[in-house]
Structures are given as C-alpha cells and as structure tokens.
C-alpha cells in the first residue's frame, strides 16, 4: 500500500473539527468503512450535538492555535434534536463575527452540513479546506507560551 | 501590598453589608478574613467560594478597620491561580478567549468599524479616548440587545464638539481588569504592556474612558506594574461635568423620570459620585430621582469578572432593578457598559416583572447635546 503524498510544503495546518454524534459522525465512520482519503490535519472532536457548541469553544480552539476550525453537522431537515442545527448556525454567524473582529479572516471557521453516511461528502469538505487553510497559511494568532511574571 | 486584614476586629458587618452573603448564607467575607489571619490556606485558596465575591466594596464601606477586603480578595486569587484553581467561567469562557488572544504580539483588528463619516478621529493626539471591549461586547451580547457602541459614538460626537480630534487605536487591547480580578496577572501584564505601547506610540497625554473598569484599571493598576504613567486618565463623566460648569456644553430638553446606578468601579473604587449627576442635571427637564442605596452605599450591579454568575447574582440583579423601578423612573441610567449587560440580561426574564430602560450616561448625553 502506498502512503499518501501531500503538497511539498512545511506548513502543515492544525484544523479542530467538531463533529455531530449523528449524520456527521457517521459520515466519519462511512469515510472509513469506504476508505475514503482525506489529509490527516483535521482532529475531530465528537459531540452530541453541534447545538451543544458555543462561542467559548470555537475561541478556545483559536487560542490553543488552531488555524481553522470546522463544525460538521446535520442538514437542517435531518437534526436528532430538530433544533440543534440551527443554533449551530447562530454561533457560526457570532463567531465569525467575532474573528472578523480579532483579524482572523472568518473563512478559517466552516459549517459543513452532511448528510447521514455521506463519507464522500466529508472526505470532499475536509480535503477541500484543509487545502484552503494551506493556502491562507498559518493563523495570525500567536500566542506566546512562555510565562512573563510581572515587575 | 498590605491589606490591613490583621486590623480586623471579627465584628461581621462587611457579612451582613455584602449582597452575596444576603442571598447565600454560607459565604462570609469575615470568615474569610478570619481563615486568612488564622493560616488556613489550602482550604482558603481551594474555596470555590473564592471566587464568588463580587468585589463590589460594600464591605470596605462599612468596615471601621480599613481592611481592604478586595484587595485580600484579589491576592488570594493569584495565590489560587498560580496553583491551577479558578472560577467558573461563565459565557462558556468566550471572554476568557478573547482577553488570551489580545496577548498576541501581532494583532491586527478591525475594531474600529463603527466610526461613521461623521466622527472626527485621529492615529495621534493629545487625547486618547479607550473604547474598551465595546465592539466586542455588541457581537457577543446583541441577543439580549446590548448596544454598548452607542456609548463609543456618543463620548467621540461629544469630544468633536468640545473642539477635541481623539486619536483611536486601531490594536487597542482589552485593559485586563477581568484577568486581574481573576488572579491572572501574568496575562493581565502582558495586555498592559501591549495597551501603554499603542497609548505612548499615539503620542497621547490623556486618556478618556467611557468604561468605569478601564478608568480604574489604567489609573491605579498600570501604574502598581509599570510605574507612574505619562498620561492623565480621566472618566468622560468628569470631563463632561467639568466642560458643563465652564458653560461650554449646551443640551436640549429631555422630558424624562430618571435614576442613576453608581457603578462600585467609578463610586466606591474612584469616588466619582458628583459628575454624572452634574451631566444628569445638566439636562433640562430631565429629572434625577436617586433609590433609597445611591452613592457610596449603592447595590452592585450582581457580578464581576466574567465568573460565578449564577441564581445569588440574578437575585442581586433583581433587587436592583426592582429598587430603580419602584422610584418610578423611566430609566435606569448607568455609566458602565458591564452593569448595562447585566441589568439587560436579568431583564430578559420575563417572569421578572420589571420594565425598565437601561441606558448609558454617555449616550444620553450625546443624544441631547446641542452640536
């Protein structure tokens, strides 16, 4: 088996997704079964519902140095919870807002909606903007990890 | 620092005078000062309750000894925060990310959007106005419709009127009063550091604020870390009192019922008492009517710092807007953008019962003056 090359070059983005239990999830698991490829920056993180996200969250990603953050849900008619969706859609809009504010271009933050067991589906949206984030470069934010203890 | 926690006599009047304890009978500010005194640190600094004060200075108010109770308060913190403990972070710790991701080197914002064609503004001057995390607060809390960028308009279209071109600064910070109160002084330092460069590049010799936190947080904090400052930090509600009795401001007529919330930051912290009412009574036909706590014994708006806010904190909320409601005033005014997020948010309850505009004394202001 052949492993996968990726573009030649040395920044490798570091992407946080988060991912729906439901139709989402299972696209990560279909993805598998079919093995279907997508790059490896993506480290996803499993909720019960992208409705249980908030703005926190989405920040807290951007400040531990993510370069872009993806929120893969349900699309809107299939929700579990019938409503989760579309509060997801209202801290997507806040918080794009919000890195529009900070100077992050909001484009380092998508909503994916996929559709139950659609592994292609997720394989394409992630392939797709892990390249877009290549491209963009490394996040503006950098933090500085070292302590300064003041005066 | 000393706190003068050694003076205290035990008497228990900052318990019986703080709104915490009134509402949850198992926090004590004279307990903690006791455990404190008696070296009973690692339950002291494990204390959830910690972080449930409210720093409003109620307590200081009435204490006879001089115990600088919030003071002890925030050293404790950073105590506690050194060893890992902290509080709960309310918002789902958005504000928390936001004040982290301020302590980046290189930021560039846009937070600066909302200065329309009409506002005169400069990169340098000799006056500064420091807008605060306004544009922020507008995003995060436009569901409970709080609209702190009306103040920024109104404290720019004033100064532009007293001849004055304010320099902006397009990468001002956050100035870090909540991660100081929240012990993290390190982080706190760094915004510091960041906002006296952006100040002293813009070449500014004053500095005006329409937000009670950065007053006092510039004017005493930034020095206790950096020295003394080479600018002079005024609250616009002086400013504009001062520009009042010089006769230089004239404001037309605003057929209103109004009370006025002493913010603890401006009142207790600064005692700034005198100039907002100075500009409320300014305003012809705008009547003041004061609630039984003004001034120095003034009830705090319910919470501090991003944390802890819970059922005891909407009580407190509660409480104050049902005093200002009961003096039958049309309006709440405040001069804080934080107490007007907090009453705005206890209001969202409707099983609360109370209808009541809040509003900023800055906006007002701007709205009646005679340009």
């Known amino acids: 088996m052949k492993l996968r090359e990726y573009p030649a070059t040395d920044f490798a983005p570091r992407i946080v ?27 996803l993180v499993r909720v019960m519902c992208l409705g249980r996200l908030h703005l926190g969250l989405i920040l807290k990603a951007f400040e531990l140095g993510a370069d872009g953050v993806m929120l893969l849900g349900c699309p809107l008619d ?74 | 620092m000393d706190t003068r926690a050694y003076s205290c006599l035990d008497c228990g009047k900052c318990t019986v005078a703080c709104p915490i304890s009134q509402y949850d009978p198992h926090y004590s500010p004279r307990m903690v000062v006791y455990s404190a005194l008696r070296g009973h640190k690692a339950q002291l600094l494990s204390n959830s309750q910690l972080w449930s004060c409210i720093t409003c200075s109620m307590c200081e108010e009435r204490c006879q000894s001089g115990v600088q109770y919030t003071e002890l308060i925030k050293l404790l913190r950073t105590e506690a925060h ?36 009409r506002l005169k503004t400069a990169t340098e001057a000799e006056t500064l106005y420091f807008v605060g995390c306004q544009p922020y607060f507008d995003v995060l809390f436009a569901d409970i419709g709080v609209k702190t960028l009306g103040i920024a308009k109104g404290a720019v279209k004033i100064l532009n009127s007293l001849g004055i071109v304010p320099a902006l600064l ?51 904090e930034y020095p206790r870390y950096f020295g003394s400052l080479d600018f002079e930090v005024v609250h616009i509600s002086q400013l504009l009192a001062e520009r009042i009795a010089a006769g230089e401001l004239k404001f037309r007529r605003s057929a209103k019922k109004v009370t006025y919330h002493d913010p603890c930051r401006l009142g207790r912290f600064s005692g700034i008492y005198d100039e907002p009412r100075a500009v409320i009574n300014a305003i012809p036909k705008l009547e003041l009517v004061e609630m039984p706590r003004s001034r120095t014994s003034a009830l705090c708006c319910g919470t501090q710092a991003w944390m802890n806010c819970g059922t005891i904190n909407k009580q407190i909320q509660a409480e104050r807007l049902r005093e200002a409601s009961a003096t039958g005033a049309d309006v709440l005014l405040t001069s804080c953008p934080k107490c007007q997020i907090h009453f705005k948010c206890a209001l969202h309850d409707g099983r609360l019962g109370v209808g009541i505009e809040i509003e900023d004394i800055t906006s007002l202001a701007a709205r009646a003056l005679i340009v």
């Open chain 2, 82 to 117: 050194g060893l890992g403990e902290t509080g709960q972070c309310t918002h789902g710790g958005a504000l928390q990310s936001l004040m982290h991701i301020m302590t980046a080197d290189h930021l560039s914002q846009n937070r600066l959007g909302w200065v329309d064609k």
């Open chain 2, 170 to 220: 397009p990468n001002e910070r956050c100035c870090g009063h909540d991660l100081l109160w929240a012990g993290d002084t390190e982080h706190f330092a760094r915004l510091a550091e960041h906002n006296l460069k952006e100040i002293s590049k813009a070449k500014a010799k004053r500095v005006v604020t329409t937000c009670p936190e950065c007053y006092l947080t510039l004017k005493v």
């Open chain 1, 17 to 43: 997704g988060f991912v729906c239990n439901w139709s989402a999830y299972s696209g990560v698991e279909m993805a598998g079964i079919n093995k279907e490829e997508y790059p490896p920056n993506i480290q």
């Open chain 1, 78 to 151: 299939d929700c579990h919870y019938e409503s989760g969706i579309t509060s997801a859609k209202e801290v997507f809009t806040e918080a794009r807002k919000m890195l529009n504010l900070l100077g992050v271009d909001p484009k380092r933050l998508a909503l994916v909606e996929v559709p139950l067991g659609r592994g292609d589906v997720l394989a394409r949206k992630v392939s797709s903007f892990v390249k877009h984030i290549s491209k963009a470069g490394s996040s503006p934010l950098r933090l500085r990890v070292g302590v300064a203890s003041p005066a």
